[in-house]
């Protein structure tokens, strides 16, 4: 049974860099890796996607090595807002949420 | 941004009644639409897969004749949980694909059954 897995949770400060890893060992070949940040109550918010190497946006960076097995999603600068549960999305044999990790940024 | 709409955002019903969940595209056109469970503190679970016109495609485990679903409209699907049970109480979230590798989620829709 393909998985998706996460850290259950981190903790960090505002102003620091996070850094959250997905492991995805059978991504389908040609499919996208898309993070996704959700709030208790809402729906997940799209945050950053991409399909190798590197990706940034205004918001965060990810990492994707070249076996694609793995993903890492980079916020630079947390602030409180930022408090909220971290999922991948992958295609392996079907559609998967990875497990989440729960953020919480500190004053 | 594409925006996605659920409603209702939450509902309360009794145990042995049915309940429909609507799903909108608002500004764009929604080939696939998809449709996932979420019980307190855990990720999100696919239930089902639909297409414009066609039946949706399931997820092992997840009852066809309990969970309805009706895509029958580019900017509409519904789910309807049938003769809902407590068990059936959760959040339940739908998103909506115009290419196929992006997602577009709604709000959710919190179900209690009593």
């Known amino acids: 049974l393909a998985k998706t897995t996460q850290p259950i949770s981190m903790d960090s400060y505002e102003g620091q860099e996070v850094n959250i890893t997905c492991s995805h060992n059978?991504?389908?070949?040609?499919?996208?890796i898309t993070w996704y940040q959700q709030f208790p109550s809402q729906g997940p918010r799209f945050i950053i996607q991409?399909?190798?190497t590197k990706v940034k946006n205004e918001v965060a960076s990810l990492f994707i090595p070249a076996d694609r097995k793995s993903s890492t999603l980079s916020l630079p600068r947390v602030s409180l807002s930022d408090t909220a549960v971290y999922y991948c999305l992958v295609y392996t044999d079907k559609l998967i949420f990875g497990t989440g990790t729960r953020l919480q940024v500190f004053p | 941004g594409a925006v996605v709409s659920q409603h209702p955002s939450w509902v309360i019903c009794k145990s042995g009644t049915s309940v429909k969940i609507e799903c909108r595209s608002l500004d764009f056109q929604a080939t696939t639409m998809f449709w996932y469970r979420q019980f307190p503190k855990q990720s999100l679970m696919l239930m089902a897969t639909s297409n414009e016109g066609s039946k949706a495609t399931y997820e092992q485990g997840v009852e066809k004749d309990k969970f309805l679903i009706n895509h029958a409209s580019l900017t509409l699907s519904t789910l309807t949980v049938t003769s809902a049970h407590p068990e059936d109480s959760s959040f339940y979230i739908c998103?909506?694909?115009?290419?196929?590798?992006?997602?577009?989620f709604g709000p959710g829709t919190r179900l209690t059954v009593t």
């Open positions: 991409g399909y190798k």
């Open positions: 998103s909506a694909s115009e290419r196929s590798y992006e997602q577009y």
């Open positions: 059978n991504i389908a070949t040609n499919d996208y």
